[in-house]
């Protein structure tokens, strides 16, 4: 019994924090249309999150240096090729790293 009690707290120890690095890495694509209400008929951007955390500091987004919650810009503009997504945030970075294909509309708009 005091055995499976101690299995069970040793698990519990090891699983919490896994599920809290989880949460704050946030999610592996969002699909920012979705999550940010954009109305248009280009496809859905599905935003390669966990792949970029590889290449970039949280910071380049995120207002907090950690990541997670508010970004570094507002995104008011939500409608053509003039959106704060394009100019504020992902086209300016790609041009900088010189991205291959980085404002190429199908590397986003699947
Ligand atoms: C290239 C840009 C970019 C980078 C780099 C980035 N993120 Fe994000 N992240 C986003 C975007 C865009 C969202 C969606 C924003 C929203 O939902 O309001 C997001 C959402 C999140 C969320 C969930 C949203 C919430 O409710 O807070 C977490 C957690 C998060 N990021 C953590 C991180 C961490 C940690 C890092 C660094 C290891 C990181 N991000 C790096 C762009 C980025
Ligand atoms: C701070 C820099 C930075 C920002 C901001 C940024 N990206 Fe990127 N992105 C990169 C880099 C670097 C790569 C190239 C990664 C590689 O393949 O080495 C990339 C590649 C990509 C790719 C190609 C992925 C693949 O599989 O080849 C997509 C899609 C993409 N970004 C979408 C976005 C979107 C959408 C935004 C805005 C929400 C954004 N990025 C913002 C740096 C950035
Ligand atoms: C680096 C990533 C990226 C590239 C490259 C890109 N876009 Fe976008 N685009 C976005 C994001 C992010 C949004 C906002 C979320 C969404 O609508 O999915 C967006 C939204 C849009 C919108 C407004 C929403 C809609 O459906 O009308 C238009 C128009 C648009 N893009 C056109 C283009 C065109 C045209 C190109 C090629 C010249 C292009 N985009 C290239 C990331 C990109």
Redesign the pocket.
């Given at each position: 019994m005091k055995r499976t009690i101690q299995c069970i707290a040793a698990a519990a120890l090891l699983a919490l924090p896994l599920s809290l690095y989880a949460a704050e890495k946030g999610p592996e694509t969002i699909n920012?249309k979705e999550k940010f209400q954009f109305e248009g008929k280009k496809s859905a951007?599905i935003?390669?999150h966990h792949?970029?955390q590889e290449?970039?500091d949280c910071a380049?987004?995120h207002k907090d240096p950690a990541g997670g919650g508010a970004l570094i810009v507002d995104i008011v503009k939500k409608k053509g090729s003039g959106n704060d997504?394009h100019k504020k945030?992902?086209w300016?970075?790609?041009k900088?790293?010189k991205?291959?294909k980085?404002k190429s509309c199908k590397?986003?708009h699947k």
């Open positions: 920012l951007v935003f390669p792949m970029h290449k970039v380049k987004c997504f945030l992902c300016p970075c790609h900088e790293m991205v291959p980085g590397t986003c």
